[in-house]
């Protein structure tokens, strides 16, 4: 039995009973969910402008890219428009899994999943708070910036409300898919590769019916049907990727 | 709530082809502390890890109040603080933050509770420094406030007094006091012994 550790291990000498006193442990005052998850969004939206560098990063990316098109194919305004839905959207997928790195990263690192894990809360409704902190900074900023990019890529004004639209609701399916994959590659060193591998086919869709929204806002031809698959995405993706993530963010603090 | 006790049934462990936890035994009550030695390597922080639930063995149990944790994680969950060996808090945000969150995804407090809690540990002077600033040591404190904050029967702790001043020992050992006196539980892994100003002091080796 050399296996079974020392003596030790087994027998415990019991120890004079303590007098139990009336003490009211915080059980009783458990923070309700919603305020949980308030803090847990209130808390990345905060480090998030302390460390405003990761913020700009793929904003930036995304500005680059776009503008590089005009100078690399032809300043023809005509040609461009018909490319710019997909420069947007192409432009957009890769801006935000640039950022998808940085989701749980962090908290995988300083702690902070495995206190969320252990904190009495659901860790469905955290991971999705902080993947709702994810999309606040950076799907939201994207959309915000999506228009611009369009304008000097010579779509007509008119087209604003429809691209803004599109890439909003599309950012929200990619936040969520994303999250899924972030949580998966957590143990992994240098998991960047891996992550687009796992992510990208999983956001074919929202890249292919967010650009044929966003043409259609283009050309003025009717875009509700390819937003409403996207807005169809989303909705799945708000209900299901916390729940897989949460699981993936669990198994890696085994 | 003055039955709480925590059972630890046979415990064996895996990870990989080793095999950490060889049948761990031992069951803690009311008002008792229970210190685990050990050479580095023999399983200390993979049994606390077990303990709370975030790693899952391969046979035994894990008993809260009698009942299988298990069952109910979540309920245990919101009777236990585990400290591991790195202070859970976000570089970029100051002392006092930290704890809002980290504490107040847990469950409510006073504003007077934080302040207290700083100044127990010593920390009020700098608790509005950013954590990156702060010594190894500065953060143990600023941990161990957490754990002050947080009214809960039974606390984990992963060698809670490393990088710790004497002063800071001592501190962890009143804490520790306090915590056993009102009735809680403590599990420490520990390299060096706790105070030894506290009586009700077990130990369990592990090999």
Known sequence: ?254 | MHDERLDVESLHLWRGDRHVLRGVCFSLASGECLQVTGPNGSGKTSLLRTVCGLMYPEAGRVLWEGRDVRSDLRTFHCALVYLGHEPPLKADLSARENLRYWIGVRHRFGAAALEDALERVGASPWCERLVRTLSAGQRRRVALAGLALSMVPLWLLDEPTTNLDTEGQQLVGSLIGEQLSRGGMVLAAVHHELPASLRELRRLELA
């Open chain 1, 1 to 254: 039995m050399s296996g079974y550790g020392s003596p030790a291990a087994g027998v415990v000498v019991p120890a004079a009973p303590m007098p139990a006193q009336a003490t009211v442990w915080a059980g009783s005052h458990q923070a309700p969910l919603l305020d949980a998850a308030r803090l847990a969004l209130a808390r990345d939206l905060q480090l998030a402008f302390r460390k405003r560098g990761q913020l700009v990063q793929p904003l930036a990316f995304f500005a680059m890219v776009t503008m590089l098109f005009p100078l690399a194919i032809s300043p023809e305004l005509a040609r461009l428009r018909e490319i710019a839905p997909g420069v947007l959207w192409a432009g957009a997928l890769l801006a935000s899994l640039l950022a998808l790195e940085f989701l749980f990263r962090d908290d995988a690192y300083d702690g902070t999943l495995e206190q969320y894990a252990l904190s009495g809360q659901s860790l469905t409704w955290l991971i999705f708070a902080k993947t709702l902190a994810h999309w606040l900074l950076t799907g939201l900023p994207l959309a915000l910036m999506a228009p611009l990019a369009a304008l000097s890529l010579g779509v007509s004004e008119a087209a604003v409300p429809g691209i803004v639209a599109s890439v909003a609701v599309g950012s929200v399916a990619l936040s969520l898919i994303g999250s899924i994959g972030a949580a998966l590659t957590l143990g992994i060193k240098r998991s960047g590769a891996l992550l687009s591998l796992l992510t990208l086919p999983l956001s074919l869709p929202v890249l292919i019916f967010g650009a044929r929204a966003t043409q259609l806002a283009i050309t003025g031809g009717p875009l509700l049907a390819p937003l409403e698959l996207l807005a169809a995405l989303a909705v799945l993706g708000v209900t299901l990727a916390p729940l897989a993530a949460a699981a993936a963010v669990r198994i890696s603090l085994e």
